[in-house]
DNA sequence: CTGTTAGCGCTTTCAT
DNA sequence: ATGAAAGCGCTAACAG
């Protein structure tokens, strides 16, 4: 009574069409051998009825191995791209029965000779996808044309740059974010007519095409609904810490003023941590969970954090590759991730799910 | 090169031991028929390596099929329980190859011997687990206890009660999702001293827990943070359309200075459209993504939406189900799902991804 | 109690 | 170009 609705499988297709199992299989992977019009014939068939293989049986007789690959930045503990990884891990363990293999190489972010260098032994391993962000427009592109030539399938996590072609990118909508970034912060404190506006710069940094596109998205805001809101930007040394103390404070001696603060990049702790010595009364808006800005977070030193599952993007990331190459799926090439807004309120339900 | 990891099977483990596949087999599935000495060297082995069974293979020999069953409110298209049905659906498709079937029964939820007439015909088929919101505590008891009898596992979603012993139970932390939804609307309005909290009743209503449980969270932040702050509780009917307009109109002639408004349960867009019409000032705080209330948001006759992912419940709720039978996994029993902050600006990207 | 055996649905190799 | 057949790792029925 309880009976499955029975599926179809090739042998009924081989039936129908009078030819045996392995043809149909050479035309449903396109594997050739097969003529003119048998394979018209299966074609007619598979038409008619509404065949899904059997991803099981799929699996276990199949002997082809995929190996995707990740290029990312070293994850610190606790950092961003930490969160990428278990990400890809969790696709990984998923997929380990479709014989599917995940490998990382990592890279200095601060460094663009060692993103080639991960690049290129990336592609001497002749991966069957390559999943990375793409952070210098100009390198990125370089690489992209190749795996295009090459055949090899890539997706974007993170940012996404134009003039590539990759089968999907996960990421959030940069500007969207900073927009609501404002939002929150004037919602917070409607009057605010001066705010601080901080980032990190380093000699060799490579350029965050999302920090940029935050600050245009916050900009933004504040032109359409606070035109007489000043924002002062404040350049700080990823590296020397003793120099941006001094200059945070010389800027609240001489802007006394300035009551909301926000960083476009993820280390607001940094921020946070100076804020809640010296100056507490200002509301500051952060993004991503990195752990020590949950703290600040839960300390309410941040009044909030926008955040953009990274675990859900890399998650999502390699599944485009077996849901491409494997599971024969379409894919959805643009795929924005939601831009979550945490509060102490409901952040230890968002880290637990 | 790209050589997989060399996955131990059962092959390998019955080698090891001595003893046939189909021993091993029956020990690792606790079937029986091994002599205890046996079983123990067995197990040894299985202690000493990591033996993790190709899934695949097991699925693709496995004779059993599993049916479970849901039981839950009739589903409106865009309704709350609608997507909960989309939840459950992705889930039976993704485990279709793994021989599980999913069954819906419905229920009036506002109508409890409809409830109980559907939970009589789902026992009745002796499922392997039964996925449901408990609603009347005292009903549910007396199912969750010949569940228990009858060895069927059951999930809960949306709401949880004392007393039963569910395999595991999705949902919301509705105390705290009412308490953000106070901290939320004196953000906006920091100097409220009187908030209109809206409530639908109907003679037959079975008695939600989750409203009330919002409701004790909402208060809760008042009585901590703005004693002085009034809440107006204003009972509506679930079906007197007319009656309802009166009573709001008095509500707002009687107290012109009500400019905060809440409620609980999930169709604030009845409300929204109210004070779109005639007090517009008054800002609203709604729960759950209806897609009328998605509407309201986008127009800013509410303000923020607080939603809780009711389609990964259902989802998780039967995974949960075949991660304990199927994939011998252990479950989590409580899972809080994310108290998910919507606004105007972030509402598109959660719903696309 | 235990080993052997026959598949599950699909892929792939080997003849033809 | 095609069919037949072996086998992926596991389960379950069958002998003994």
């Known amino acids: 009574m309880n009976a499955m609705p029975i599926k ?23 594997r050739g051998n097969v003529s003119k019009e048998t394979k018209k014939k299966v074609l007619e068939i598979l038409e008619q009825i509404h065949y899904t293989p059997n991803l099981s049986a799929s699996a276990l007789a199949s002997k082809k191995t995929f190996v995707f690959y990740s290029v990312i930045p070293n994850c610190e503990p606790g950092g961003y791209w930490k969160m990428v990884e278990v990400g890809l891990r969790r696709a990984e363990q998923e997929l380990s029965d479709f014989k599917v ?3 990382i190489n990592y890279f200095d972010q601060y460094d663009s000779a060692s993103f ?13 996808g390559i999943l990375f962000p793409p952070f210098q427009k100009q390198i990125t592109l370089d690489y992209t044309r190749q795996m295009e030539e090459l055949g090899i399938p890539y997706v974007f996590i993170d940012s996404k740059i134009e003039g590539a072609r990759p089968l999907a990118y996960y990421g959030q909508d940069s500007f969207q974010s900073g927009y609501l970034g404002a ?40 032109g359409k609904f606070k035109k007489d809101c000043e924002l002062v930007r404040v350049p700080l040394d990823a590296y020397e810490w003793d120099q941006n103390e001094r200059i945070m404070e010389n800027l609240f001696s001489e802007n006394p003023d ?37 703290a600040c977070l839960r300390k309410n030193t941040i009044a909030y954090l926008i955040a953009q599952r990274p675990e859900e993007q890399a998650y999502r990331g390699i599944k485009a590759f077996s849901d491409s190459l494997i599971f024969k799926k379409q894919i959805q090439p643009i795929n924005f991730a939601p831009i979550d807004i945490l509060t102490q309120e409901n952040i230890d339900f968002y880290l637990k799910f």
């Open 183 to 222: 939002k929150l912060l004037f919602t917070q404190k409607p009057d605010l007519h001066k705010i601080a506006v901080f980032s990190f710069f380093h000699s060799g940094e490579m350029h965050s095409n999302q920090v940029s596109l935050r600050m245009e998205g916050f900009q933004s805001y504040v």
């Open 101 to 103: 293999l995940l490998k």
């Open 258 to 294: 300035v009551e909301g603060a926000v960083l476009f990049s993820s280390r607001s702790y940094v921020i946070a941590d100076f804020l809640e010595k010296h100056h507490h009364h200002v509301t500051l808006i952060g993004y991503d969970l990195l752990e020590k800005n949950v």
């Open 8 to 30: 179809i499988k090739i042998k009924d297709i081989a039936e129908k069409a009078g030819v045996s199992a392995g043809t149909v299989d050479r035309v449903l992977h396109n």
């Open 116 to 128: 080639i260098r991960a690049m290129d032994e990336t592609l001497k391993n002749a991966p069957d």
